[in-house]
């Protein structure tokens, strides 16, 4: 028999993504960033609408017993800094934790940072949609439920008066995507990671969800809805398989046993 020795070679892993290049995906992130602020732009002048379906929205919370919104903002209200606390969170960490997290994915697990674009862009995309179909008033903006808009007697604020806020559509308010995109950071590092403390991500989306309420920016239903599209998109869009890869991405290929005989068994 004539043998004579090749090398092993082994498959990579199926879910081994090449990292995206980096011009292309700025763009796209930064697009998100653009739709997100700027795509419910379109669907302004909605007023008497987004009034009259906030009622209905208060009023069906009540019929399903859910948790009253003042309970919440009550316990932020013991003291200013803790609800100054609230304000600056809900102003200030939306974006840099998204951000931060696509930063992270993109360049310690690529095949997860795709998948975890898709989902974003997928529930952007149909979050801009529903304002269209049912605008929305915030709590904070509703009479008689005894909610106070906390940013703007405590500060800091992002929103001006309604009629003259040209950067935001402020009759937006489901689904919150706030508490949507909190919520996909939590599940993409605890897809992304083995740690076994991965489970405390999950408290970003908890601590998003009180002070989204709390600062009657949100309904409970708001949340419920951007968890609801969120679901959705995770099961359309298919997440990788976790590997022990290297920083980069590229899963490790099992080390060498031996020579391995060229037509032996033949």
Not at 181 to 199: D, E, I, K, N, Q
Not at 239 to 254: D, E, F, V
């Amino acid at each position: 028999m004539n043998a004579r020795t090749e090398p092993a070679t082994a498959e990579p892993d199926a879910t081994a993504t090449a990292r995206p290049p980096l011009p292309r995906e700025f763009l796209l992130v930064a697009g998100l960033f653009l739709v997100y602020k700027l795509g419910r732009q379109l669907a302004v002048g909605h007023t008497t609408d987004a009034f009259r379906n906030a009622h209905r929205v208060w009023h069906l919370e009540r019929a399903l017993r859910l948790p009253d919104e003042t309970s919440v903002q009550s316990a932020l209200l013991h003291g200013d800094l803790l609800v100054r606390l609230a304000n600056t969170y809900y102003a200030t960490v939306h974006f840099p934790a998204t951000l931060a997290f696509l930063v992270w994915l993109y360049v310690r697990r690529p095949a997860h940072y795709v998948w975890a674009r898709r989902v974003l862009a997928a529930v952007t995309a149909a979050a801009l949609v529903l304002p269209f179909t049912f605008p929305l008033a915030p709590p904070r903006m509703l009479t008689g439920t005894g909610l106070l808009d906390t940013a703007r007697i405590y500060g800091p604020s992002v929103y001006g008066p309604p009629a003259g806020d040209h950067l935001s559509n402020q009759f937006a308010a489901m689904p919150s995507l706030h508490f949507g995109w909190a919520l996909m950071v939590a599940v993409g590092l605890m897809a992304a990671t083995r740690s076994r403390l991965r489970p405390l991500w999950l408290l970003h989306p908890l601590v998003t969800l009180l002070v989204i309420v709390g600062t009657a920016n949100h309904y409970w239903l708001d949340a419920l809805a951007a968890a609801v599209m969120l679901g959705a998109a995770l099961a359309v869009v298919r997440a990788p398989r976790h590997t022990s890869g290297t920083a980069g991405g590229t899963a490790r290929l099992p080390a060498q046993r031996g020579p391995v005989l060229a037509g032996a068994g033949r």
